[in-house]
């Protein structure tokens, strides 16, 4: 009688276990794959915004060498282009919440600026890679 009821517990206790695990990791998975927050976004735009503009005027100082001196009127209209264009994005996806929308649009939007920094710029792979840290930063504290 006594191994009956030490069966009952013992299985008892195994259901229960198995139960909580599975109860959490529902609850790792889903926080996981939890969408971001959409209202980031804005937020985010006006960040690479101020990095372009820091890039404008550190091209107009004489901070960031040029691989062409020529070309310094050609490149900074091209970040201004490039600031018009975020703009664009941030005002067309207001409404939107959807998070791939945002994403694609601000990754095609990050490589095209990348890009940009890598035709006009000495030292642009420097130069990217610590833009691309300080993004990545930002973005994380936003997420936050």
Do not use: H
Request: negative net charge; glycine residues 4%.
């Amino acid at each position: 009688m006594i191994g009956f009821y030490l069966l009952i517990a013992a299985l008892s206790f195994l259901a229960l276990y198995f139960a909580v695990k599975k109860l959490t990791l529902n609850i790792d998975e889903n926080k996981l794959l939890e969408p971001i927050k959409a209202e980031i976004y804005p937020k985010f735009c006006d960040i690479i915004d101020e990095e372009i503009r820091a890039l404008k005027e550190g091209v107009e100082s004489g901070k960031f060498e040029l691989l062409e001196s020529e070309k310094k009127e050609e490149f900074l209209e091209s970040l201004g282009d490039l600031s018009r264009e975020l703009t664009f994005i941030q005002t067309m996806n207001l409404s939107k919440k959807n998070d791939s929308i945002w994403q694609g649009e601000l990754f095609d939007f990050l490589k095209e600026l990348e890009n940009s920094i890598l035709r006009y710029l000495k030292n642009a792979e420097n130069l990217s890679d610590t833009l691309r840290e300080r993004l990545m930063n930002a973005f994380e504290s936003l997420k936050a």
